[in-house]
């Protein structure tokens, strides 16, 4: 069974930093590109980013919010993405979701993580 | 980037009928498009993607259709469990985009 489990949401002040981590299980994950995505308390879904696998590339792409400031790695050795954000504004919170990306973003999903950037 | 317009945006129906959302690209995506149903506190889940091809467990009530600028999302029977918020996503051009969504209520 497909698991995804996202951890590291919290309060951050804007400017502040937090480092999001989505660990993964019942696939493999060495083969898997993987996306973040979140949604505004109330509002719709905005794709953030994501990282290809090591076979495919490796490399990742960003939404134009997030580029420069959110940068997506992954552990293969652990099974995990990370999401490292740093200069956090107000606009950036929001519940996070980390997706394993087959024939696009969003075959699977975790539970979501909520990030607060407030002073 | 490429915008995705979803119509309705919010819509009543009664258990049984048969449902149809629109989602409308700014350009051609060929059928790089998914669609995607969240309930209300949960993650949203995938119903299908490659514009028509039903996600594994799905119901066989939902279906998707279209290619190139225009698409929809047909629920043949609607069912109490699927009062939810569906979205579309284009994965054709980076970066990916959502519709903004299209609430489905009791009437």
């Known amino acids: 069974e497909v698991q995804l489990v996202e951890s590291g949401g919290g309060l951050a002040k804007p400017g502040g930093s937090l480092r999001l981590s989505c660990a993964a299980s019942g696939f493999t994950f060495t083969n898997a590109w993987m996306s973040w995505v979140r949604q505004a308390p109330g509002k719709g879904l905005q794709w953030v980013g994501q990282i290809k696998s090591k076979t495919g590339g490796g490399t990742t792409d960003y939404a134009a919010p997030v580029e420069g400031r959110f940068t997506i790695s992954r552990d293969d050795s652990k099974n995990t993405v990370y999401l490292q954000m740093n200069s956090l504004k107000t606009e950036d919170t929001g519940t996070y979701y980390c997706t394993r990306d087959w024939s696009g973003p969003g075959d699977y999903w975790g539970q979501g993580t909520m990030v607060t950037v407030s002073s | ?107």
């Open chain 2, 1 to 107: 980037d490429i915008q995705m317009t979803q119509s309705p945006s919010s819509l009543s129906a009664s258990v049984g009928d048969r449902v149809t959302i629109t989602c409308r690209a700014s350009q051609g995506i060929s059928n790089d498009l998914g669609w995607f149903q969240q309930k209300p506190g949960k993650a949203p889940k995938r119903l299908i993607h490659a514009a028509s091809s039903q996600q594994s467990g799905v119901p066989s009530r939902f279906s998707g259709s279209g290619s190139g600028t225009e698409f929809t999302l047909t629920i043949s029977s609607l069912q109490p469990e699927d009062f939810a918020t569906y979205y579309c996503l284009q994965y054709n051009i980076y970066p990916p985009t959502f519709g903004q969504g299209t609430k489905v209520e009791i009437k």
